[in-house]
C-alpha cells in the first residue's frame, strides 16, 4: 500500500513536468515567433497546441543511429543519464506548503550535487560519440557549466545567510516579510544570467553554436537519444527558474500580504512566477546576439566570481553587526 | 512498520523509478521501430566528408586549468556552506577564521588573475 501511494506520487510529479517540457517548448517557437513577427507553429490542433505531441511522436518513431566508431555503452547511456538526473531534482522542489516529494533538511545540498552530476552526460556524449563537433561542444559546455556552477554556488551561500536552512521550505517562508530578491536585488539578476549559462542558453549557448559546431555535443544522436538530451536540458531550465523562485522571488507566497491574494492556490502563484522567468529566457534568446568564448569566461571567473565572493563578505558583516542573523 | 531515514528512502525510489523509466524510452524506440543502418549513416558526422582521424587526440589544455580552478573554488564553497548555516552559534570568532580563510584564497585568486589563468586569448 505505502508503496503504491510513493508511485502515484512520483507519477503525479514526473508527467505534469513532461508536459510542461512539451508545452515550454512550443510556448519558445510561439514567443520567438510572435517577437519576429511570424505566426510560428499553428497547424497541428488549435492554435498548434497539439504540435510538441506530434514533435514527440516523430522523434520516437525515427531510426536510432549507434555510430560505428562510438563507446556503444557509454553511448547509450549519456542520453538516459541525462534524461535521469533531469527529473531526479524534482523529487524536493516545494510547490506549496507541504506539497513536497521529500522534504529534505538538507535539500540545497542534494540539488548542487545533482546538477554538479548534470555535467556528467554532456561529457560522456561528447567522448563517446569520437566525432570531433561533439567532443569539442562537450569540452565547450562542460567549461561553461563548471565556471558558472562556481557564481551559482556562491549566490546561493548568500541567500543561506539570509534564511539560516538549507531547507527548502523554510527559506521560502523565511520570505514571509520580505522577498530576498529585494535586498539582494543585485545578486538575484547575477543568479539569472548565471543560470542562463548553466543551461546554456541563448546568449551563452557557445555549445550549440549552429554555425561552427553544428549542435554541440549531441550531434550524433537521433530519434529517442536526441529528445531524451532535450527532455533533460528543458527540465533543467524549469528546474533553475524554480530554484530563483524559491531563492529570490518568494517561492508560492502571494504578491502582497493581501487576504484575497491567500485564496489563490500557491501551486498557481509558484507556476505564475516560474513562467514569468522562462519567458525571460526566451525573450533573451531572441534579442541577444551571441557571447564570445573568452567573454563568456571572462564574465564568469573575472566578473561573477569575484562580485559574488565580495558580496558574501559584506552580507555577514552586514548580519552579523547588525544582529540580524536569523 | 517504522522506517529509519524515510526521506531518502523515498528519493532511493524515485532514483530507481527514474532510471527505468529513461531506459524505457530509449529502448521502446529503439524496438519497436524499424532499423535500416548502413555504412554512410553509422559513420561518424563530419559536414560530408569522410572522419580522417580520431577525433580524441589533442583538445586545449586550458579546458584542464579550468577544471583545476574549478576545483579549488568549489571545495571552498562547500567549506562555506555549513559556515553560512551555522553563523549564528559562532559569533565573532568564526567569522574572523572564515575571513582569513577567504583573505588567503583571495590573495590565490589575484595571483591566478595576474599570471594569465584566467585568460582566453
Known amino acids: 500500500m505505502y508503496f503504491i501511494y510513493i508511485i502515484l506520487k512520483i507519477i503525479v510529479i514526473i508527467i505534469p513536468l513532461l508536459i510542461s517540457v512539451a508545452y515550454l517548448t512550443l510556448a519558445e517557437r510561439k514567443v520567438m515567433a510572435a517577437i519576429q513577427r511570424r505566426k510560428g507553429p499553428n497547424v497541428v490542433g488549435i492554435f498548434g497546441l497539439l504540435q510538441p505531441l506530434a514533435d514527440g511522436l516523430k522523434l520516437f518513431i525515427k531510426e536510432t543511429i549507434l555510430p560505428s566508431s562510438s563507446n556503444l555503452s557509454i553511448f547509450i547511456l549519456a542520453p538516459i543519464l541525462t534524461f535521469f538526473l533531469g527529473l531526479l531534482s524534482w523529487c524536493i522542489i516545494p510547490l506549496g506548503e507541504g506539497l513536497v516529494y521529500s522534504d529534505l533538511n538538507i535539500g540545497v545540498l542534494y540539488l548542487l550535487a545533482i546538477s554538479s552530476l548534470g555535467v556528467y552526460g554532456i561529457i560522456m556524449s561528447g567522448w563517446a560519440s569520437n566525432s570531433k563537433y561533439a567532443f569539442l561542444g562537450a569540452l565547450r559546455s562542460a567549461a561553461q557549466m563548471i565556471s558558472y556552477e562556481v557564481s551559482i554556488g556562491l549566490i546561493i551561500i548568500n541567500v543561506l545567510l539570509c534564511a539560516g536552512s538549507l531547507n527548502f521550505t523554510e527559506i521560502v517562508l523565511a520570505q514571509q516579510a520580505i522577498w530576498f530578491g529585494i535586498p539582494l536585488f543585485p545578486i538575484f539578476i547575477m543568479f539569472y544570467i548565471s543560470i542562463l549559462a548553466e543551461t546554456n542558453r541563448a546568449p551563452f549557448d557557445l555549445p550549440e553554436a549552429e554555425a561552427e559546431l553544428v549542435a554541440g555535443y549531441n550531434v550524433e544522436y537521433s530519434a529517442m537519444g536526441f529528445a531524451l538530451f532535450f527532455l533533460g536540458e528543458y527540465a533543467n531550465m524549469i528546474l533553475m527558474c524554480s530554484l530563483a523562485v524559491i531563492f529570490f522571488l518568494g517561492g508560492w507566497l502571494p504578491l502582497f500580504n493581501i487576504n484575497l491574494f491567500f485564496w489563490i492556490p500557491s501551486v498557481i502563484w509558484f507556476g505564475l512566477k516560474v513562467t514569468l522567468l522562462l519567458f525571460g529566457f526566451i525573450w533573451v534568446r531572441s534579442s541577444f546576439p551571441r557571447y564570445r568564448y573568452d567573454q563568456l569566461m571572462r564574465l564568469g571567473w573575472k566578473v561573477f566570481l569575484p562580485l559574488s565572493l565580495a558580496y558574501i563578505i559584506l552580507f555577514s558583516g552586514l548580519l552579523i553587526s547588525l544582529n540580524w542573523l536569523p | ?121
Request: glycine share 4%; net charge negative.
Open chain 2, 1 to 121: 512498520m517504522k522506517l529509519i531515514f524515510n526521506e531518502y528512502l523515498v528519493i532511493f525510489i524515485f532514483f530507481i523509478l527514474a532510471f527505468i523509466l529513461a531506459t524505457i524510452i530509449y529502448m521502446l524506440s529503439y524496438i519497436l521501430v524499424f532499423q535500416k543502418s548502413d555504412q554512410e549513416k553509422v559513420s561518424a558526422y563530419e559536414c560530408g566528408f569522410n572522419p580522417f582521424e580520431d577525433a580524441r587526440i589533442t583538445f586545449d589544455i586550458r579546458f584542464y586549468l579550468v577544471a583545476i580552478l574549478f576545483l579549488i573554488f568549489d571545495l571552498e564553497i562547500s567549506f562555506l556552506f555549513p559556515w553560512s548555516i551555522v553563523l549564528l552559534n559562532i559569533s565573532l570568532f568564526g567569522f574572523l577564521t572564515m575571513m582569513i580563510f577567504l583573505i588567503i584564497l583571495t590573495i590565490g585568486f589575484i595571483y591566478e588573475w595576474f599570471k594569465g589563468a584566467l585568460e582566453w586569448e
